[in-house]
């Protein structure tokens, strides 16, 4: 069965710095892309950023030039560095990748329980 575990979050001042990971565990053919949501009460996930087994990267506009994802292919593991954190980016943060199971398998989304990170002012 396979697992995401996100570590990482946690009460920062604004302007701090924070590091997001997460490991997917299980038997595992191949992860296509991994990315970070997040999402704070009476709104909807929002993604944040995502990147592809190539490298390949997008992010949210509030967010860039501030937030860096990373990941390890090795590791099965995605980073989120997270600078210049402001009030606005108080929220739970998900870790979500699209794993392959198998070669046959087309791959399907899995989600972390989650990480709160509060950014104070």
């Known amino acids: 069965q396979v697992q995401l575990v996100e570590s990482g979050g946690g009460l920062v001042q604004a302007g701090g710095s924070l590091r997001l990971s997460c490991a997917a565990s299980?038997?595992?053919?191949?992860?296509?892309?991994m990315g970070w949501y997040r999402q704070v009460p009476g709104k909807q996930r929002e993604l944040v950023a995502a990147?592809?087994?190539?490298?390949?990267?997008n992010y949210v506009d509030s967010v860039k030039g501030r937030f860096t994802i990373s990941r390890d292919n090795a590791k099965n593991t995605v980073y989120l560095q997270m600078n210049s954190l402001k009030p606005e980016d108080t929220a739970t943060y998900y870790c979500?990748?699209?794993?392959?199971?198998?070669?046959?398998?087309?791959?399907?989304?899995?989600w972390g329980k989650g990480t709160l990170v509060t950014v104070s002012s």
């Open positions: 299980g038997i595992i053919f191949r992860i296509n892309s």
């Open positions: 979500n990748a699209e794993i392959r199971l198998s070669w046959a398998d087309a791959g399907m989304d899995y």
């Open positions: 990147i592809t087994s190539g490298g390949m990267t």
